[in-house]
T-cell receptor
Framework: GAVVSQHPSRVICKSGTSVKIECRSL??????MFWYRQFPKQSLMLMAT?????????EQGVEKDKFLINHASLTLSTLTVTSAHPEDSSFYIC?????????????FGSGTQLSVL | QKEVEQDPGPLSVPEGAIVSLNCTYS??????FMWYRQYSRKGPELLMY????GNKEDGRFTAQVDKSSKYISLFIRDSQPSDSATYLC????????????FGTGTQLKVEL
């Protein structure tokens, strides 16, 4: 399947700092990428849709000033958790569609475990 | 009521068993159905993708969709310890839009 690379895989930070997570499509161009959040033993919750060259679309209840998304190129989207707090600790996963493999199929990165102390 | 219901398990089976994983849903607008496998602390991996009602087979995996009952299943034949993971069903409405709705996932353990 299509390859989506996510970095870093794990980050531990102090409360109040900002953390940037990168998501890259390695073998295809992704005009749209998606950011999910997953708590232990819970489902993936869509946070926002990242659109290349335009503003991200956030799901209801997700603070856009807290979770900054930038999709500067067709292969890279970044999620920045600003002024992180312990309640932001979670597993963050990005995903993307490869139009040539079908618009309905999502390919996921390996995820980033964020721990805020 | 959640849009997608999935038994979280855990489900423990012996090696070689046939595994049946299921999801029910309430939104009749769902047209696309997917099954993902997620190993611990990893991103989900797409296993099966179906559109119409009926069965779709890929190796040891069979996906089944019954739109009239709003019920989908994933069968795993000859289960292996390497199949031990969490299996997530996911659905999407037709006619465009981006949002996938996921089940909570079923944790499967295949024991030697």
């Amino acid at each position: 399947g299509a390859v989506v690379s996510q970095h870093p895989s794990r980050v531990i930070c102090k409360s109040g700092t900002s953390v940037k997570i990168e998501c890259r499509s390695l073998d295809f161009q992704a005009t749209t990428m998606f950011w999910y959040r997953q708590f232990p033993k819970q489902s993936l919750m869509l946070m926002a849709t990242s659109n290349e060259g335009s503003k991200a679309t956030y799901e209801q209840g997700v603070e856009k000033d807290k979770f900054l998304i930038n999709h500067a190129s067709l292969t890279l989207s970044t999620l920045t958790v600003t002024s992180a707090h312990p309640e932001d600790s979670s597993f963050y996963i990005c995903s993307a569609r490869d139009p040539e493999r079908g618009p309905e199929k999502l390919f996921f990165g390996s995820g980033t475990q964020l721990s805020v102390l | 009521q959640k849009e997608v219901e999935q038994d979280p398990g855990p489900l423990s089976v012996p090696e070689g068993a046939i595994v049946s994983l299921n999801c029910t849903y309430s939104n009749s607008a769902f047209q696309y159905f997917m099954w993902y496998r997620q190993y611990s602390r990893k991103g989900p991996e797409l296993l099966m993708y179906t559109y119409s009602s009926g069965n779709k087979e890929d190796g040891r995996f069979t996906a089944q969709v019954d739109k009239s009952s709003k019920y989908i299943s994933l069968f795993i034949r000859d289960s292996q310890p390497s199949d031990s993971a969490t299996y997530l069903c996911a659905m999407k409405v037709g006619g465009g839009g981006n949002k996938l709705t996921f089940g909570t996932g079923t944790q499967l353990k295949v024991e030697l």
